[in-house]
């Protein structure tokens, strides 16, 4: 794995690569695949002695001290620190240092230091997930049980193209309900890839007849690209990435 170079090269990113280092090896953060990293919140906040507040910016120092529910401060802080941390791993830099950059779509990139590192993240719950690539533009999306739960009856209609419309009334509760969860996360990190935000039609897209199979990477053609998409179900939460390949 790249970052494992950055530990011998003397960077002034020891401690926080130390500290990703760690929460990895006590599965607070798996890599799900290659430059896919899933941290458990609640596990990384068992974990004493890493500084995650030093790995802030200013900015975002002043930010959280808004904040007044200490849980949802906390929270927020977990989740911009891991992402400095896991980033800082490949840019050899200072966590802290970083400055990110969100298009008007809400897409994040790196600003500073200049880099080819694209990356994506999202979190639900207790989780925070988030890829980087050096070549492809790549997006993801997690989502609990609980949220997907509370999100299908306001998105139903404008989720499914006519032929997934057609295929989903075929279907039992069960599996109409499975459906709807890959769905919605495998389109909205088609959607975080191609950078089109949340005004994208969704029933537009339609998937291949395979996204029923979790762990699968299918290939789908829209929007003048081609992407590869992968659905992934860990515990009680839907996992989905995709990358765009290229331009058709």
């Not at 930010?63 to 620190?81: H, P, Y």
């Not at 057609?166 to 509760?173: E, N, P, R």
Request: charged content about 25%.
């Amino acid at each position: 794995m790249e970052w494992i170079s950055v530990i011998s090269k003397g960077f002034g990113t020891e401690s926080a690569v130390y500290g990703l280092l760690t929460l990895m090896k006590l599965g607070a953060v798996i890599l799900l695949k290659e430059d896919v990293y899933l941290a458990d919140l609640d596990q990384c906040r068992a974990v004493s002695g890493i500084p995650y507040e030093n790995y802030l910016s200013e900015d975002e120092k002043k930010r959280l001290s808004l904040i007044t529910v200490s849980q949802s401060r906390n929270t927020m802080m977990l989740r911009r620190s891991l992402t400095r941390m896991i980033i800082s791993s490949y840019l050899n830099c200072y966590p802290e240092k970083i400055r990110f950059y969100r298009n008007s779509y809400g897409k994040p990139s790196v600003i500073e230091p200049v880099t080819d590192l694209k990356f994506n993240l999202s979190h639900s719950g207790k989780y925070l997930i988030l890829v980087t690539d050096r070549n492809r533009e790549a997006g993801v999306d997690i989502e609990t049980a609980h949220s997907l739960r509370k999100r299908k009856y306001e998105v139903m209609e404008s989720l499914y193209s006519p032929e997934e419309s057609a295929f989903y009334q075929s279907l039992s509760k069960t599996e109409q309900y499975q459906m709807f969860c890959r769905t919605w996360v495998m389109k909205e990190a088609v959607i975080k890839a191609l950078s089109l935000g949340l005004t994208a039609d969704l029933g537009k897209i339609s998937l291949p007849a395979a996204a029923d199979r979790s762990g699968s990477i299918l290939t789908l053609d829209f929007y003048n690209a081609v992407l590869t998409i992968q659905w992934i179900i860990k515990e009680d939460s839907h996992i989905a990435i995709a990358y765009r390949e290229e331009e058709i």
